[in-house]
């Protein structure tokens, strides 16, 4: 029988990103395979939001770019999007204010056939039952953690290849750490690919098969998410230079 090597969902070899003539990121190579949290850490400024756009396209980068063995590369960002590459940027607001949870996850389940768009949204409304309670209510009137949810909600609709997540914690109340966690998990479960920017180590350990350690825009280290159970450990082995402005930088709550 012919061996076939399966097609690495999310992948990437010699990723760079920059703003004009500024270069923010180097030579960045990393991959996530089915069913996989793949942790992306580093402290403010280490190049983790400049990664993840030039994967999704929103910044620009150089380097070559795979989703189920399709280069997207050459592809504008809302062409990788209806390709199967959902992203949600760590910029609050990821949604549409004025229209209500249901609104806009009707635009959210517009790119797939009438046929699964009801199955769908009641797949969201499990991994998320709060919105179905604020079915009506406009999103500008939602927390700030629910607003997340919702933004989480509209890229998982579209029924994604793999899922891009900036910084999903940040601002966040602690408590609102456990909804992610469970949600991250199933989707997990389910087979998607996620890679997710994240400054919060301890969230990182909670959820992370493996981890990337980003700094100066390159790749430093990576590692099993076990190993993100002792951040110190991370800060010391990865930053022994700069402890005490790196410690601080990184979230532990």
Avoid at 38 to 60: F, Q, W
Avoid at 74 to 80: F, K, Q, S
Wanted: proline letters at 6%; glycine letters at 10%.
């Amino acid at each position: 029988m012919r061996d076939v090597t399966p097609t690495v969902p999310l992948e990437c070899s010699g990723l760079s990103a920059r703003y004009g003539p500024i270069q923010v990121c180097f030579d960045v190579s990393l991959s996530a395979m089915p069913g996989e949290i793949v942790a992306v850490l580093g402290p403010n400024g280490a190049g983790k939001s400049s990664l993840l756009g030039a994967l999704a396209g929103t910044v620009s980068g150089q380097g070559e770019i795979k989703l189920c063995g399709m280069n997207l590369a050459p592809l504008a960002a809302h062409v990788r999007a209806q390709r199967g590459l959902a992203y949600v940027p760590e910029i609050r607001g990821n949604i549409f204010a004025i229209l209500s949870v249901d609104e806009n996850l009707q635009l959210a389940l517009h790119s797939l056939p009438r046929s699964e768009r009801a199955a769908m949204k009641e797949t969201v409304f499990d991994l998320f039952p709060i919105l179905k309670s604020r079915i009506s209510t406009d999103a500008g009137m939602l927390s700030g953690g629910e607003q997340q949810m919702l933004a989480i909600a509209m890229a998982v609709s579209r029924k994604p290849k793999a899922l891009l997540l900036d910084e999903p914690t940040q601002g966040l109340a602690p408590a609102i750490f456990d909804i992610l966690e469970e949600t991250f998990t199933k989707l997990s479960q389910s087979g998607l690919p996620i890679l997710m920017a994240e400054q919060n180590i301890s969230f990182g350990a909670r959820i992370a098969h493996h981890y990337l350690v980003l700094s100066g825009g390159r790749l430093v280290g990576s590692g099993e998410g076990h190993e993100l159970r002792n951040a110190g450990i991370i800060v010391e082995r990865y930053f022994p230079k700069d402890l005490n402005g790196t410690e601080e930088a990184f979230a532990t709550v």
